[in-house]
Structures are given as structure tokens and as C-alpha cells.
């Protein structure tokens, strides 16, 4: 049951910041603090996302038979042994074949930072505007 409801949580969460901010763009409405939060929300989901699916390439029943078998690398067991904490690791993600062949794309990690990065671009500005238009209403 958690596992249907997180992802559509995510899509929700992506469907109303995507909205927001189109919305908000459209009016104009840079200093709303609303703006910044729905933006924030929006990379916050994309980020919840990506790295989603980043945890489901590394998925793998039995990972010799899908390193060789499913992505035609040869399997070093040796090298798995040697780096045993690395497909368990939050962050960042990796599941590796051998030494040159990584499960995780290429492209899921750096764009995990960016997305974080972004989120918090969106956070720390709907702060600031909602803190200073707090103080200015009393």
C-alpha cells in the first residue's frame, strides 16, 4: 500500500507546483512567497523522483545474472566483495558490475544535485519573502 501511495503523493506534489508556478509566471508574482514555495515544491518532487528511480536500477534479484545476462558486462566478484557498502549507500548511488560498469546511469547523480540545489534556491527565497512580509504586516 506505501508503495502506491508514496509515488502519487509525488505526482500530486508535481502536478500542483507545476500549476503554481505556471500560474505565478504567468501573473508575474516574483515577490508572493507562494511562488518560490510551489517551485520548490515542483523541484522537490522531481527530485523525490529522479532519485526513485535511480533506488530502481539498483535493483536486482541476483546481480551476476543481470550484469551478465541483462547488460552483457562480465560480473568481478572480487570487486563487489572489496566494495560491499557502496549499493547500500543513500548517496550516492551506485551498483557496480565491475570497476568500469556502474547499473546507476551516469547522469542519475549529478542530476540529483542539481535538483536538490534548485529546491533549496525555491525554499530559502519563499522563507526570506514569507519572513519579510510577516514583519512588515505587524
Same mark, same amino acid.
Given at each position: 500500500? +506505501? +508503495?502506491?501511495?508514496?509515488?502519487?503523493?509525488?505526482?500530486? =506534489?508535481?502536478?500542483?507546483?507545476?500549476?503554481?508556478?505556471?500560474?505565478?509566471?504567468?501573473? *508575474?508574482?516574483?515577490?508572493?512567497?507562494?511562488?518560490? =514555495? $510551489?517551485?520548490?515544491?515542483?523541484?522537490?518532487?522531481?527530485?523525490? +523522483?529522479? /532519485?526513485?528511480?535511480?533506488?530502481? #536500477?539498483?535493483?536486482? /534479484?541476483?546481480?551476476?545474472?543481470?550484469? #551478465?545476462?541483462?547488460?552483457?558486462?562480465?560480473?568481478?566478484?572480487? @570487486? $563487489?566483495?572489496?566494495?560491499? $557498502?557502496?549499493?547500500?549507500?543513500?548517496?550516492?548511488?551506485?551498483? *557496480?558490475?565491475?570497476?568500469? /560498469?556502474?547499473?546507476?546511469?551516469? @547522469?542519475?547523480?549529478?542530476? +540529483?544535485?542539481?535538483?536538490?540545489?534548485?529546491?533549496?534556491?525555491?525554499?530559502?527565497?519563499?522563507?526570506?519573502?514569507?519572513?519579510?512580509?510577516?514583519?512588515?504586516? *505587524?
Amino acid at each position: 500500500m +506505501l +508503495l502506491l501511495f508514496v509515488p502519487l503523493v509525488v505526482l500530486a =506534489a508535481l502536478a500542483w507546483g507545476a500549476w503554481g508556478s505556471v500560474r505565478a509566471v504567468r501573473n *508575474r508574482a516574483w515577490a508572493a512567497p507562494g511562488t518560490w =514555495a $510551489r517551485s520548490g515544491v515542483l523541484a522537490g518532487a522531481g527530485t523525490l +523522483l529522479f /532519485y526513485g528511480y535511480g533506488l530502481l #536500477t539498483t535493483l536486482a /534479484y541476483d546481480i551476476g545474472e543481470t550484469c #551478465t545476462q541483462l547488460r552483457g558486462q562480465t560480473y568481478d566478484d572480487a @570487486y $563487489r566483495a572489496a566494495h560491499w $557498502r557502496e549499493p547500500s549507500q543513500w548517496f550516492p548511488l551506485h551498483n *557496480r558490475c565491475n570497476a568500469d /560498469y556502474d547499473l546507476v546511469p551516469a @547522469y542519475v547523480n549529478p542530476t +540529483l544535485v542539481v535538483l536538490a540545489a534548485v529546491t533549496l534556491g525555491c525554499v530559502i527565497p519563499a522563507v526570506i519573502l514569507a519572513v519579510r512580509r510577516s514583519a512588515a504586516g *505587524r
